[in-house]
Nanobody, 115 residues
Framework: QVQLVESGGGLVQPGGSLRLSCAAT????????MGWYRQAPGKQRELVAQ???????NYAVSVKGRSAISRDNAKNTVSLQMNSLRPEDTAVYYC?????????WGQGTQVTVSS
């Protein structure tokens, strides 16, 4: 069982930046595909960004160029730096870990972009 604990959410003005972090309790962090998803009210949960064990990344079109996902295998953490935030980025952001058929979620952290 892997526990994921997110931090870093909050209220930010349009155009601002935010950094989300996720700490994982596992001794095998480096083999997990780590990702960030988000879910806005009334919408389905969607992938924001993902980083594979080999360091390859992929991003949703809506955040590409404005966001950067990174992992620190020594600290068992994955982070998401988001810049030029827009009101439509408002959502609950979830940390995710995948390895084979195992799929784990954090409890989520609220990000609100509003003036």
């Amino acid at each position: 069982q892997v526990q994921l604990v997110e931090s870093g959410g909050g209220l930010v003005q349009p155009g601002g930046s935010l950094r989300l972090s996720c700490a994982a309790t596992t001794g095998f962090f480096s083999i997990y595909i780590m990702g960030w998803y988000r879910q806005a009210p009334g919408k389905q949960r969607e992938l924001v960004a993902q980083v594979r064990p080999d360091g390859m990344t992929n991003y949703a079109v809506s955040v590409k160029g404005r966001s950067a996902i990174s992992r620190d295998n020594a600290k068992n953490t994955v982070s998401l730096q988001m810049n030029s935030l827009r009101p439509e980025d408002t959502a609950v952001y979830y940390c995710n870990a995948i390895q084979g058929t195992n799929n784990y979620w954090g409890q989520g952290t609220q990000v609100t972009v509003s003036s």
